[in-house]
Each structure stands twice: as structure tokens, then as C-alpha cells.
């Protein structure tokens, strides 16, 4: 009898509750990424970002160059610093100004690209690959799930553009330049993602509740992110990282709300 007592409490999985939850889901994720399937799928997102910062530079390099030299001729204070560092025989400020902001532009625009493509093609991919090897027998309930998952990503990638090139303009006062980067891409990680990890097996109701629950972990988790994504290394594997971050974390959290849900016959 105490035998199978201590084989039933072996096989169950270890329940994490609580901010360990994101710790739990953060470790996973770096284990499901070494799989060689996971390190294969690093290619498509990095690839669709890759050409399509090619694109945009080819496209908007030059006439994105140009409409930010007239507007910092137009910036009194930029004309006269620049004006001054001329004059005692030093470089000129908008020639480097320019061109930064508009890598500052462009660049994450790209970044957003490759993170809808991870949303749209690489989360079904995690999705299966998880459901197979650690989370065997939660089943599916989504509803429309593929156009839901489609329309969400382009919604949050739209609003991420958007609200970087409202607010460039407050890069230019401290400590804006760390904040804004941070908030956005927790922004777009946390609401394109949570979205994502979930639609294909939680039902209408049940993403209600696992959303509302772990609001704050979801933001906690899209922070962390966020911050990674500082250091350009990190560019290559974020993509799917996040993807597997958020796949664990919500995929577990599904799987605890349905042992704790009670049927009244």
C-alpha cells in the first residue's frame, strides 16, 4: 500500500504556483530550445526579419534619410550645436544624427516582423512539439484559432509601429531611450503572444480566466524579454524563445485549471 502511495506521488507533476511559475516557464523554455527541432526553427523567423530589413532599407533608406535632414534643419537647438562643433573643427552632429534615427526606425520594424512571423507560423510549431513530449493529453478546445491568431498578431504588430514612431520624439530626453524600447516590446511580446501560446487548446472561457489570473506574470515574463532584446545577440533566438516561453507558461497553466475545475453531476 505505501509503495504505490510513493509511486502515485513521483509521477505527478510538481505544482508551482505564484511568480516561481515564470522561473518554471523561463527554464523549460531554455531546455525545449536546444531540441534540434526548436534550433531549426530559429531560421524562419531570423530570415523573414533579415530580408525584411533589406527591403525596408532599400526602400525607405533614402527618402526616410531625407525627410529626417529637413526636420533636424528645422531644430533650432540641432542647428546651432551643430553649427558650433563645425566651427571649432569638429564633425557635424545631423550627419550622424540622421542616419541613427533612421536605423532606429527601421530596424524594429524588421525586429516586429520577424516576432508576427514566430506568432503566426513558429507558435503552432512549439505548440506541437511541446503537446508531444511534456503536456500528452491536453486536448484541444480553440475556436478558430488559426484567424484569431492571424488577427491578433498583425493588430499588436501594427500598434507596435505605431506607437514607436509616435514616441521617437521623446527619445531625445533621458530616460526615455531605455523605457520606451522596454515598454514596447513587452507590449508587443506580452499581448501577441499570450494570445498565441493558448488559442489552440483553451476554450473562449477558459483563456478568460488563465488570462485574468496571470495578467501580472504575463507582463512579468514579455519585461524580462524586453530586456534581453537589448543586446542585439539575442535578436537571432528571442523569436522563438518567447514563443516556447509563453507556450510553457500558459499551456501549464491550462493544465492546472482543468485539474482544479470541479464537474457538478
Known amino acids: ?8 506521488n513521483v509521477s505527478e507533476p ?7 511559475s515564470v522561473g518554471q516557464a523561463f527554464r523549460r523554455a531554455l531546455v525545449s530550445q536546444l531540441h534540434p527541432k526548436m534550433l531549426f526553427a530559429l531560421f524562419l523567423p531570423f530570415i523573414i526579419a533579415l530580408l525584411g ?12 534619410t531625407a525627410w529626417l535632414s529637413g526636420e533636424a534643419a528645422n531644430w533650432g537647438v540641432l542647428a546651432t550645436v551643430d553649427q558650433w562643433m563645425l566651427g ?13 534615427l533612421a536605423i532606429a526606425i527601421l530596424l524594429p520594424l524588421s525586429g516586429i516582423l520577424g516576432l508576427v ?17 511534456e503536456y500528452q493529453g491536453l486536448t484541444r478546445q480553440g475556436q478558430m484559432s488559426t484567424a484569431l491568431g492571424i488577427w491578433n498578431a498583425v493588430w499588436v504588430g501594427g500598434l507596435f509601429a505605431i506607437g514607436w514612431l509616435l514616441t521617437m520624439p521623446l527619445w531625445l530626453f533621458p530616460p526615455f531611450p531605455i523605457l520606451l524600447p522596454v515598454f514596447w516590446w513587452a507590449f ?14 483553451a476554450s473562449p472561457v477558459e483563456r478568460r480566466i488563465i488570462w ?15 530586456l534581453i532584446n537589448l543586446f542585439p545577440p539575442a535578436w537571432l533566438v528571442l523569436p522563438v524563445f518567447s ?7 500558459s499551456l501549464e497553466a491550462l493544465r492546472q485549471l482543468r485539474q482544479e475545475t470541479v464537474i457538478d453531476v
Open 188 to 201: 508587443a511580446f506580452t499581448r501577441m503572444l499570450r494570445v498565441d501560446a493558448v488559442i489552440e487548446h
Open 243 to 249: 514563443a516556447l516561453v509563453y507556450a510553457h507558461f
Open 117 to 133: 512571423i514566430a506568432a503566426i507560423f513558429v507558435m503552432p510549431l512549439v505548440l506541437r512539439h511541446l503537446e508531444q513530449r
Open 53 to 64: 530589413g533589406i527591403v525596408l532599407l532599400w526602400a525607405f533608406w533614402a527618402p526616410l
Open 212 to 226: 485574468k489570473r496571470h495578467n501580472r506574470k504575463y507582463w512579468l515574463m514579455g519585461f524580462i524579454l524586453s
Open 14 to 20: 510538481v505544482r508551482v504556483t505564484g511568480m516561481a
Open 88 to 100: 571649432i573643427g569638429l564633425f557635424s552632429l545631423q550627419a550622424y544624427l540622421v542616419p541613427l
Open 1 to 8: 500500500m505505501s509503495d504505490s502511495r510513493v509511486v502515485a
